[in-house]
């Protein structure tokens, strides 16, 4: 068996038993995920790093996708996460192949705790806000734009599915997008940062009921108060 797969189990095991919930949860790593229907969808996005097999290159990326697909079966007490985690390709070799990347254990550490609390969230009506702790990205060097041809999830155009989780009601229509979700795709250099946090939406002050008819009272007493002045100046 894979190691690193394990690594993410045992973190996964390590986090939720913490939390001491009424059911047991079991997270797999697959290499292919569909979509289910009434499953919970989420994604985050990570850095690492990955090495191609045929020319031995290196190169970093803030922009793994990694998707998440969460079911919880109440009669049966359990819990299900299946995960997979995007490939990349060198953008080097003509004939690359898709290769796996190398993520430290303190980023699936991060991973693993969003992950956790977004199952607190969404499956134990925990009260808290969904935003993600974001990765540590260890390199000072720019790699340039996400390279989306040499990408498994954007080449698989699954980026647009990726782009936020969806509730298993909202299945059918992924058409319908938030405005917050199509900025993202353009901003190269931290899109990775607001990657699954939908931004808050600005708060428009509109004119209280209060206000308006402060304002009605207020007219009809300047109103009367020329009426009178008018009668008094004629006498
Ligand atoms: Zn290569
Ligand atoms: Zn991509």
Request: with cysteine; net charge positive.
């Amino acid at each position: 068996m894979d190691m690193t797969v394990e690594i993410w189990r045992d973190v996964f095991q390590d986090k939720i038993e913490e939390l001491i919930l009424p059911h047991i949860w079991n997270l797999t790593v697959v290499t292919s995920l569909q979509k289910q229907p009434g499953w919970l969808q989420y994604t985050q996005c990570t850095f690492g790093r990955f090495r191609c097999s045929l020319c031995a290159r290196w190169w970093n990326s803030a922009e793994i996708h990694i998707l998440f697909l969460m079911n919880l079966d109440r009669t049966m007490r359990r819990g299900t996460v299946n995960m997979q985690i995007f490939r990349q390709e060198c953008k080097k070799c003509t004939v690359a192949v898709m290769e796996k990347p190398e993520i430290s254990q303190e980023n699936i550490r991060i991973i693993i705790g969003n992950l956790v609390k977004r199952i607190q969230i969404k499956f134990y009506s925990l009260n808290s806000r969904n935003e993600d702790v974001k990765p540590v990205v260890y390199s000072e060097r720019r790699e340039g734009p996400h390279n989306k041809e040499h990408c498994e999830a954007c080449k698989r155009n699954v980026c647009w599915w990726l782009v936020s989780e969806m509730e298993p009601e909202r299945w059918q229509a992924p058409a319908r997008r938030k405005p917050h979700e199509t900025t993202f795709r353009g901003q190269t250099d931290d899109s990775w940062l607001v990657y699954s946090n939908p931004r808050p939406t600005p708060k428009v002050n509109q004119p209280s009921a209060d206000n308006q008819e402060n304002t009605f009272v207020g007219l009809v007493a300047v109103v009367i108060f020329c009426l009178v002045w008018l009668y008094l100046s004629k006498q």
